[in-house]
């Protein structure tokens, strides 16, 4: 198993462009997430979903859309980019049966800086 | 709201050190805790968890214990080794729910 996959590792946008990161996890968890990590703060939550179809808003959305067709991918979206998304974007997978603990699987990350 | 705070960093010790990295945390009930590690350019590994009060986890050399009554879950390990530098993240999660509270992050670097 690959675990949880992302692409691109890294990349520079200029203001008001705008791009899709991947993410795919191969592990068949229904929940996944989207996190982004500023230097030396903890992770927080942008966007999560439950199962394909459903997505729901974390503690800092705004700026990014996010779409859930499938069970393996949870790509985000960021619209007209501003320099304050610059940071490490982490993508993450759990199982949602209870036996699992919530342990959440993580991405590689991808680095994003807006010029 | 459910937070988590732990010490500053960043931390350096000499190989073969005592290492120790507080975590407290505020929760209205009783969440399950964990650590994550960050090693350098790679994304949160799992390295612990306890799900209940009195629990202790254990990984690798590292262990932190479940204190309900001093709401901490500190990690600890005997003797550190060079290969232990990376980013220490405690983080709690209620069963059932969807969102990881994190801490900001302790930076550990270990001098051979």
């Known amino acids: 198993n690959a675990g949880v996959t992302q692409t691109p590792k890294f990349r520079i946008l200029k203001i008001g462009q705008s791009m899709t990161l991947q993410c795919t996890q191969d592990m068949n968890h229904n929940y996944m997430y989207w996190y982004r990590q500023d230097p030396g703060m903890g992770l927080k939550l942008i966007y999560y979903?439950?199962?394909?179809?459903?997505?729901d808003k974390g503690e800092v959305p705004n700026g990014y859309n996010v779409s859930r067709s499938t069970t393996e991918d949870f790509p985000l979206r960021l619209e007209l980019a501003a320099p304050s998304q610059t940071s490490v974007y982490f993508c993450?997978?759990?199982?949602?049966?209870?036996?699992?603990?919530?342990?959440?699987?993580f991405g590689p990350g991808t680095r994003l800086t807006v010029l | 709201g459910d937070s988590v705070t732990q010490m500053e960093g960043p931390v350096t010790l000499s190989e073969e050190a005592f290492l120790t990295i507080n975590c407290t945390y505020t929760?209205?009930?009783?969440?399950?805790l964990f650590w994550y590690v960050q090693y350098p350019g790679e994304g949160l590994q799992l390295l612990l968890k306890?799900?209940?009060?009195?629990d202790k986890g254990s990984n690798k050399g590292f262990e932190a214990t479940y204190r309900k009554e001093t709401t901490s879950f500190h990690l600890e390990k005997g003797s550190v080794q060079v290969s232990d530098s990376a980013v220490y993240f405690c983080?709690?999660?209620?069963?059932?729910?969807?969102?990881?509270?994190f801490g900001q992050g302790t930076r550990l670097t270990i001098n051979p």
């Open positions: 979903s439950v199962g394909a179809g459903i997505t």
């Open positions: 993450a997978s759990s199982d949602s049966s209870l036996r699992a603990y919530n342990e959440q699987f």
């Open positions: 306890a799900t209940k009060a009195d």
């Open positions: 983080a709690l999660i209620y069963q059932g729910a969807q969102k990881l509270v």
């Open positions: 929760a209205t009930g009783y969440p399950s």
